[in-house]
C-alpha cells in the first residue's frame, strides 16, 4: 500500500485546521493548549513526510526537537492554568483581565 506525499499533507491540514479554530474558539485554557498540541502534531507529520520523501534525516532530527520543545510548553502551560484555577476557581480565559494588577 503506497501512501503518497499529499495524503499527508492533507491530513496536517486538517489538524492545522483543527487546532487554530480551537485555540481561536475555545475559552478554556486546557482545550487551547491541546489545540496548540495538535498544531504542533501537523508541523511535526509535514517534517517527517518531507524527511522521508526526500531521503534526508533532518526533518526527522527537527521534529523531534519540536517534540521537545512541546514537552516543556504543556508542563510551563499546565502549571499556568493551575494558577489560574487556584486563583479564580475557573480555566476560562476571557476571565484573566481582571487579574491585572
Known amino acids: 500500500m ?3 506525499l499529499n495524503q499527508f499533507l492533507l491530513l ?12 481561536i474558539a475555545r475559552r478554556n485554557g486546557v482545550a487551547v493548549l491541546m489545540s ?3 498544531i504542533l502534531n501537523a508541523v511535526n507529520i509535514n517534517l517527517i513526510a518531507f ?23 504543556v508542563g510551563v502551560g499546565l502549571a ?17 483581565d481582571l487579574m491585572k494588577g
Open 12 to 23: 496536517a491540514a486538517a489538524l492545522f485546521s483543527i487546532g487554530v479554530y480551537g485555540v
Open 51 to 73: 524527511s522521508a520523501v526526500h531521503g534526508d534525516l533532518s526533518g526527522q532530527v527537527f521534529a523531534l526537537f519540536v517534540i521537545a520543545i512541546a514537552a516543556a510548553e
Open 80 to 96: 499556568i492554568v493551575l494558577a489560574i484555577y487556584r486563583n479564580r476557581h475557573s480555566v476560562d480565559l476571557d476571565e484573566l
Open 36 to 38: 496548540i498540541e495538535l
Open 2 to 4: 503506497i501512501v503518497l
